[in-house]
């Protein structure tokens, strides 16, 4: 569905993307992660071809340098921040799109509807939160039902209800043979959606393959901050013994735990186990700029 | 629906919703109205009356149509860029050619529409004060005005694609304007006495600006001794003539609509989105 080959974009002396190769198959999810500037969305921008660039990009057969209106017609794109025009309605702005790809008007209000947005219809797209500006734009990628959904941070801005429900759609469209995009630096979601990985950093491919075989991108680490009544000490003896690997600092009243995301749940079942009254709790789920890669694959430096 | 349609009719649209459309129509009809009226009272309302008031008009259109295009045209890309649309529409399957077109042909019926309705409700006043004799030079007077509309939209369509912000493009489109409509005329007289310049010089002097082109073509409509409208058309008119100069002016002004948008889609192709 999607083959990139040599992908490179310069601004003056500076290369926001050099020569990434990867590919894409129907039916299949690929998570593009690195830190902020990594230049995923400057990829996401070769792939629709809004900028110019070097190498080939083929959207199913279609090469975007030469014909990248028609590769568009078959691209739904979620941008990070959708922009729309603020004095349309809901209504307007997804029959405008549909318009602009020759969908029917009933398949924009059916659009609309699916994303929970039918009872803002009437409303002008300049008053809509972050959220609903965010479903609208959900409700205009898909429009057109297209065969390559690329999803731009898709997660940014989205609570945790709405992450789960981000999760069931790429799902959907991975049943349905459709493939999927999504950029993120929310290393933590990336087990549950992608099939593949495509890790960049400061514009090079560092890693490129199967998200089973990338554990250690995806296993990121998380800073866990628990409360506890009573003494710290014995606390801290046990998040050390649970998990080893961890890193525990004590500020005031508070224990910091720096681990995998996936212990986090283990550490307070064991404390909660071994009776130590848990008072409070807060998580911070690291992003990828803050990850350390681990790569089991090192792409040859390019 | 061709995606060039669809941009149209969303141009239109937005036009008509705007409140840009209504303030510049009725400032159309109230200056013209006045102007009229004040022109059909000194003549008595003569057959001559309604010539001299076609011929203000088109002093006052040669002013205003021009700044309404330049300021529509400046704002239309630059405006898009900077709400982050622009974008967000060339991720459509869309070519920066369609878009650009669609832009242009929306915007120009809007102009138009605006011309019509100021310039027109105007006529229409007139035509019962005074009786109309001279209808040919008012239809003339309307359809260079929609050329030059065009013409200057086109320009300000060119300086929106070069800025990279809306207000930047505005106050670079002001210095356009009065450039080519307050400046040029005397600064072209001033170099003619100064270095004498020759009817073909001066006949240049006028084709690189489509105001000009647009005031000497309607002095050759009406008479060519009217002294209304300029001193550079009555140096054009009597160093080069009406025949040879009519038909270059009216390809010219074509080129003035195709060209300026021709290079602006071009250098909005080459630009990154």
Known sequence: ?302 | MHPIMVIFRKEVRDAVRSRWMVVFALTFGIVALVLSLVQASSDNISVQGFNRTTAALTNLSLLLVPLLAFVIGAGAIAGERERGTWTMLLSQPITVRQLMIGKFAGLVVAIWATIALGFGGAGMVVALVSPITDVGHYVMFSALSAILAAATLSIGMLISVFSDGRLKALSQAMVVWFVLVVLYDLAAVGLALTFSASGRSLLIAVLANPVECVRIFFIMSLEPDVDVLGPLGSYVINEVGRGTAISLIAGVLVLWIVIPLTVAISVARNHDA
């Not at chain 1, 290369?15 to 990829?43: C, Q, R, Y």
């Not at chain 1, 300049?126 to 297209?146: F, I, T, W």
């Not at chain 1, 996936?262 to 789920?285: C, N, P």
């Open chain 1, 1 to 302: 569905m999607l083959t990139v080959t040599g992908v490179t974009k310069r601004y003056g002396k500076l290369n926001a993307i050099e020569n990434v190769d990867f590919s894409l198959a129907a039916g299949k999810v690929l998570a593009v992660i690195g830190p902020n500037g990594a230049g995923k969305t400057t990829l996401i921008k070769c792939l629709l071809g809004l900028v110019r660039f070097d190498g080939t990009v083929l959207v199913d057969g279609i090469d975007v340098g030469r014909d990248g209106h028609r590769a568009r017609a078959k691209i739904g794109y979620l941008p990070q921040n959708p922009a729309f025009h603020a004095d349309l309605t809901v209504a307007e702005t997804a029959l405008f799109y549909a318009d602009l790809k020759s969908v029917s008007a009933s398949r924009a209000h059916d659009g609309v509807t699916a994303v929970g947005l039918a009872d803002h219809a009437h409303k002008k797209v300049g008053e809509l939160s972050g959220g609903m500006r965010q479903r609208l734009g959900l409700a205009v990628a898909m429009l057109a039902d297209p065969p390559l959904l690329i999803l731009d941070e898709p997660a940014t801005g989205l609570d945790m209800s709405a992450r789960l429900e981000l999760r069931r759609l790429v799902a959907e469209q991975r049943t349905s043979n459709h493939a999927v995009l999504l950029s993120t630096h929310w290393l933590e979601d990336v087990p549950y959606i992608a099939d593949d990985v495509l890790a960049l950093d400061r514009g090079k491919s560092v890693f490129f393959g199967s998200t089973k075989d990338s554990v250690a991108v995806t296993a990121s680490a998380s800073q866990l901050y628990i409360r506890v009544d009573g003494e710290n000490t014995h606390a801290v003896e046990l998040v050390k013994h649970v998990a080893p690997e961890s890193v525990v600092t004590v500020m005031g009243d508070w224990i910091i735990v720096s681990c995998l995301a996936s212990e986090k749940a283990k550490i307070v079942e064991h404390l909660v186990v071994a009776a130590i009254k848990v008072l409070d709790i807060r998580v911070e789920e690291a992003v990828s700029g803050q990850a350390t890669f681990t790569l089991p694959t090192q792409v040859d430096g390019r």
